[in-house]
């Protein structure tokens, strides 16, 4: 071999070690998270957390609350997600009490209100990131063409005025539909509540299997009153729809999104950076943008058009009641009144 030939290898091999090195220094760890987080804002949670994380990149796997952990339940002996992330605190009670995650005190976890915080487990294994808030919406253009008067409780909606007009999210497939349902039970106790549901029933038209799509038909003209969460209500009014969104006088329920690291996962430091960031107070603040309770005190400020009284509405909702008696509820909801359900 000559001299220049050699001189060529030399600089083909040396090109290709910089490659390989370059390759392997820069390539990021996909992070495969499990959410019910809405989906209009898994990009802009993307954006944030990877502009400070460059070397993880985050695959979501979104659905609604119900579905995501029957998902979760039907994978438990061979789970997938690194990490399940912005889902019912009351799933991850259900799911932790089947050993499903490992425990892990993020970065910070002590500045958060102890209410979101697994209180079973040390360290734990779910944490809070903010609380999502059952509401009505109510449009009141669509009102008005039935004359239908603004309700003011959960049992106004009882009224034969309401009959049809009225549409909320399927419990089984619903986590806000879960949080109306075991919340109404606490509220009232089992027997006034499922007579309450008996007769909410009759004013029904359909039950959807999305927490925010009674609300987006209600602002969309499709329904004039939809049984939904106060953030997706907001949000609507804020564009521009003809919405009042309701917070009952008899109390709302109100779930945590939460996050919990899987315990069988192959990429334990990236799920360890996220459960970081989830608990900063820049994430907090990122929270309230349109949240109104978030897990960091001293952060949250007031959010346009969510009902002024609606945090002193919140019931004191028990996580670890509704999570063991979440099948009970959901097998005696199905059989009463899943023949208005939407298709799946």
Known sequence: MSKIHRVILNVIIGFVTFVAFCGSSFAKTDL????????????????????????????????STGIVTAKLLAEKDNPQADIVWGLAATSLVLLAN?????????????ALDPLFVDP????????????????????????????LPVPSSWSDLTDPAYAGHVIMPNPNSSGTGFLDVSSWIQIWGEE???????????????????GSKPCKLAAAGETPIGISFAYRGA??????????????????????????IVHNTKNLDAAKKLADWSV??????????????????????????????????????????????????????QKRYDSKSDPK
């Open 235 to 260: 949000k609507s009014k804020n564009a521009g729809a003809p919405l009042e969104v309701i917070a009952p006088s008899e109390g709302v329920g109100w779930e945590v999104e939460a996050f919990g």
């Open 120 to 147: 079973a487990n040390n360290p734990p294994q779910w944490v809070g990131q903010r609380a999502w808030i059952a509401a009505v919406c109510y449009n009141t253009v669509e009102a008005a063409k039935h004359n």
């Open 280 to 333: 900063t107070r820049k994430s907090n603040e990122i929270y309230n943008q349109e949240y109104a309770v978030v897990a960091m005190p001293g952060v949250a400020k007031p959010v346009e058009n969510f009902p002024p009284d609606i945090v002193e509405k919140m019931i004191n909702n028990d996580f670890a009641w509704a999570a063991a008696n979440r099948m009970a509820i959901l097998a005696e909801w």
């Open 192 to 210: 006034k509540a499922w007579a309450f549901m008996d007769a909410l029933h009759e004013n029904i038209s359909r039950y959807t299997h999305s």
């Open 32 to 63: 495969l998270v499990y959410t019910a987080v809405e989906a209009d804002e898994l990009a802009m949670f993307k954006a944030e957390f990877e502009s400070d994380y460059p070397d993880i990149n985050i695959s979501w796997v979104r659905d």
């Open 98 to 110: 089947e050993g499903y995650f490992q425990g892990y005190a993020p970065v910070g976890v002590d």
